[in-house]
């Protein structure tokens, strides 16, 4: 499927979600999920804990607060009072921040914990957390969703049915089963979110049930679930900053800090699939060197990135994404062509870690593809997660009620 930033139009019904500010330069190492192990996505049960943690690379101790925000499923602020949702104080300073250790790179680690003593969340649904410096300027936001297990989510993954896709795409169906929660009008009240590898980029939204069995809603959607299946992304391991280490050719020490030089990627839009083992899009950060908390003892390095897109990308637009940078398209992460060596190159400042990344090119109208450089396979695996939202008629904000979730790599012809 392609990825869409912009409010095109387009046979598909994308989630045309609110922007974020982008994150502030010196802001880096942004991580958002639930505390629980081997969990990097920003979906938390109710009552359960979540962990904010970011970098601040000038070091200075700077004095940071954090506002959070329920919104409904368009992303939008919702119009009922802070109190309805929050119990405590909506706006706070974070207050747990350290140095960090022995890096070449100095920095100070804000961590923050919700929910905590001055605030938590009465209820499921969308939340923007926004965090600001001490002249009340926003350096970066991030969004979350807290969902309330009221109904139970089976989805199962297909190979698509149309031909002309068959070897491309994947398609998604669900079942939403109610037994014990009482939905009056289904198609006006519920309103299920499709999504691949949980980028919001390419969500899939304003489905109806086809079908209706009993306290069950089917939806047996082929072409209006599908999403094309990429290709696995790629990835490099940082962890030992002064030595090569997975999918990095060379490392050398200039201008102060570590350099990392990947060895180049070829466009595989014209390769057979392989299989590689990835984490879909995600990041983690972790260090062999000296002690044993990331957090404030693994380092930063330059790492170089270089592109043989093996394709024609005239007048187009190549970036380097994924979740270590919010999916956000900046001039950090994008390619420049460099005309002696004849790639496509940029350096980005990461945090010691195994990192996944993918290319996408971006054309003069803004439309953008994760298939023209990479290619797209039915047999790529992907995570898939659908959110169903309520909004009872008559109500005043919108709960999310049920999550499930499904991989390709347990594929239903």
């Known amino acids: 499927m392609f990825l869409i930033l912009n409010l095109i139009i387009s046979d598909k019904n994308v989630l045309y979600s609110q922007n974020l500010v982008a994150d502030k330069p010196h802001i880096k190492s942004v991580i958002l999920r639930p505390l629980k192990s081997n969990n990097y996505i920003p979906f938390i049960a109710l009552g359960d804990t979540m962990l904010l943690s970011f970098d601040d690379l000038n ?5 940071y607060s954090y506002e959070v925000e329920h919104c409904d499923m368009n992303w939008e602020a919702s119009t009922i009072l802070s ?30 914990e919700i929910p905590n003593r001055s605030l938590q969340l009465k209820i499921s649904g969308n939340y923007i957390i926004t965090v600001r410096d001490q002249s009340n300027e926003v350096v970066f936001q991030r969004k979350f969703v807290i969902y309330d297990d009221k109904v139970k989510v089976g989805v199962s993954v297909h190979r698509s049915r149309d031909i002309k896709d068959i070897k491309t795409k994947q398609s998604v169906q669900f079942i939403i089963n109610y037994p014990n929660f009482r939905i009056n009008n289904p198609k006006a009240e519920i309103f299920p979110v499709v999504m691949q590898n949980n980028n919001w980029q390419t969500a899939i939204y304003g489905l109806k049930p086809q079908f209706y069995r009993g306290s069950q809603l089917l939806y047996r959607y082929n072409r209006e679930t599908s999403f094309n299946g990429g290709n696995e992304f790629l990835y490099f391991d940082s962890k030992a900053v002064r030595s090569t280490s997975l999918n990095i050719a060379r490392v050398y020490l ?5 350099n990392a030089q990947l060895y180049t990627n070829i466009g595989r839009n014209d390769r057979p699939y392989t299989l590689l083992n990835d984490i879909n899009g995600n990041f983690v950060i972790r260090t062999i060197d000296g002690g044993g908390d990331p957090f404030t003892e693994a380092d930063y390095s330059r790492i170089h990135f270089s592109l ?29 062509y460099n005309s002696r060596t004849r790639l496509y190159e940029t350096t980005i400042m990461l945090k010691q870690g195994f990192y996944n990344f993918q290319y996408v090119t971006k054309d003069a109208s803004g439309l953008i593809r994760n298939d023209e450089i990479d290619g797209s396979h039915w047999q790529t695996e992907n995570d898939y997660t659908v959110l169903v939202y309520y909004k009872r008629i008559g109500g005043r904000y ?9 991989n390709s790599s347990k594929m239903n012809n």
């Open 308 to 336: 043989d897109p093996n394709t024609s990308v005239d007048e187009k637009e190549i970036y380097v994404h994924g979740a270590f940078n919010n999916w956000q398209l900046q001039d950090e992460n994008r390619l420049k």
């Open 83 to 112: 109190s309805e949702y929050i119990r405590g104080n909506k706006k706070d300073r974070i207050r747990n921040f350290e140095n960090s250790f022995n890096t070449l790179q100095g920095y100070t680690n804000y961590k923050l």
């Open 254 to 258: 200039g201008d102060q800090l570590y």
């Open 398 to 406: 919108t709960e999310v009620i049920g999550i499930g979730r499904g």
């Open 59 to 63: 070091g200075n101790e700077e004095y």
